[in-house]
């Protein structure tokens, strides 16, 4: 026996006692001459796997996929803008526009899901069969084959059925970014940093189109089936629903509210980490308090809640107040109303960003914490990524106009943005700019170290910026 084929089983059964009946039930999609193409030591611990060089991309294992997938990942996406979004499901909702959006989101769900199948299939094997990142395929893969098989849509019957699945599927996936966070975390010495970025900036990117797809419709066919719902009439004359929502967007969201209820909760989440008698920054807005834009709320109140969250945390932190009676400095959030776009610059004195932590920001993978993001990843067993979920398991109540979205919402979250402050995940800013870069947005930071640090959200106004699906075309 060659001493190669002996190195070659030897990590073939280092790989087995990983993944145990994992590798058996997806050996099939395996090239057998090509299942390890690099000898990586694999031990029970990934993370702390000896890897003297990471593997490029351009190299790696490719898993074999059947025709079927092929033939989605041939197909390309169809991006969608908010002002398709309204436009589709405004005033004239009808059956037969509900019977489209059942099929636009029947075919696209699957195309979209297929090319996040192809890229993982494209990392290194040893990377795929990380239990959290196996656990992710198990899922993409499920779903997939679950809404390639539904048959096309023609009755109100038919697309009840298709929201049931979507439903569950949803509910399933809950438990994707926590899984993923904590696979890159455990893969961060496989593969370089820029490479994982990229591979979780795509996944997750893609991951918001499909909610908003899947959320869109489900929003649209419960408006349609709602008792008080007469096609044809001014939404105006809707007794049942708020006039400035179209789905699961709103028309008139108003740039001053949004702040203030978002600062209002970190507030509270911040009084129930430190203590109901705390000294907190008061936020302070100012600029065009007035100015209103279509926006999906939950995306915009996510990030707005990140931000002032991070504010709250480094201003209490720096200044360490002592007493009732001691003032800190306020949190300025300005708001911009430009031709194209709104700018929130939120601007706080929590000291800055200190410099050794400053180049990872936007990294899920990289920093000096990596580890203690892993521990705390630990006790989040699922996210939905948005603020619905954290209002709703708080107890905090919103406008009548959110009751759709608080109804929807799950209460699994008591993660990304509730966390207490020594609960820190490496999550909020990355994917806050996510978000601000699905709509063509972006958000950037600078920092005064020993200071303070300034945000800078700017977004699309007009709603006619089409989504972002990943970073180098689908």
């Excluded at 969608?80 to 979004?85: D, K, P, T």
């Excluded at 040893?126 to 993409?140: E, F, I």
Aim: net charge positive; glycine share 4%.
């Amino acid at each position: 026996m060659s001493p190669c084929f002996v190195q070659l089983s030897i990590s073939l059964q280092k790989v087995l006692n990983v993944t145990g009946s994992y590798i058996l039930r997806c050996s099939h999609h395996v090239k057998p001459n090509r299942l390890l193409h690099t000898t990586l030591p694999v031990t029970n611990s990934i993370q702390h796997a000896p890897i003297a060089q990471a593997p490029s991309l351009s190299s790696n294992l490719r898993w074999r996929s059947s025709s079927v997938l092929d033939s989605y990942v041939d197909k390309p996406a169809r991006p969608i803008s908010l002002r398709q979004l309204i436009f589709f499901g405004g005033r004239n909702l009808d059956e037969a526009r509900i019977l489209n959006s059942a099929n636009y989101v029947r075919t696209e769900l699957p195309i979209r899901i297929a090319h996040r199948i192809r890229d993982m299939q494209k990392l290194p094997y040893v990377v795929v069969t990380n239990p959290h990142m196996s656990h992710v395929y198990d899922l993409y893969y499920k779903a997939f084959e679950t809404l390639r098989k539904v048959p096309e849509v023609k009755t109100i019957e038919d697309n009840d059925k298709l929201c049931n699945i979507i439903k569950k599927a949803l509910k399933e996936h809950l438990t994707v970014i926590p899984n993923l966070a904590m696979g890159v975390l455990e893969c961060r010495h496989l593969l370089p940093a820029s490479e994982i970025d990229k591979f979780m900036n795509k996944l997750l990117r893609s991951r918001i189109s499909r909610r908003v797809i899947a959320e869109q419709h489900l929003a649209l066919t419960e408006t349609f089936n709602s008792p008080f719902h007469f096609p044809n009439v001014s939404p105006f004359q809707q007794p049942s629903s708020h006039p400035d929502f179209v789905g699961e967007v709103f028309l008139r969201c108003n740039a001053k509210d949004v702040v203030e209820r978002c600062g209002n909760l970190a507030q509270d989440l911040a009084r129930e980490a430190y203590g109901s008698q705390s000294v907190l920054p008061e936020i302070e807005i100012e600029g065009h308090t007035d100015t209103t834009f279509p926006y999906i709320p939950s995306h915009l109140e996510y990030m707005i809640g990140e931000l002032l969250r991070n504010s709250i945390q480094a201003t209490v932190e720096t200044h360490h107040p002592t007493s009732p009676d001691t003032k800190l400095p306020p949190i300025r959030v300005l708001i911009c109303h430009a031709p194209q776009h709104i700018i929130f610059r939120v601007s706080d004195q929590g000291g800055g960003i200190p410099a050794q932590v400053l180049p990872h920001i936007w990294s899920f993978s990289k920093g000096s914490r990596s580890q203690a993001q892993l521990e705390n990843l630990a006790q989040v067993p699922a996210m939905a990524a948005t603020m619905q979920e954290l209002i709703n398991s708080h107890g905090h109540r919103s406008d009548a106009f959110y009751r759709r979205d608080m109804a929807r919402a799950e209460s699994s979250l008591s993660s990304l943005s509730s966390r207490p402050p020594d609960l820190r995940l490496g999550m909020g800013l990355p994917m806050s700019r996510v978000y601000a870069e699905y709509w063509a947005g972006k958000l950037e930071l600078h920092s005064l170290e020993g200071y303070g640090t300034d945000a800078f959200l700017q977004i699309s106004k007009l709603g006619n910026k089409s989504e972002q699906l990943n970073l180098d075309g689908l």
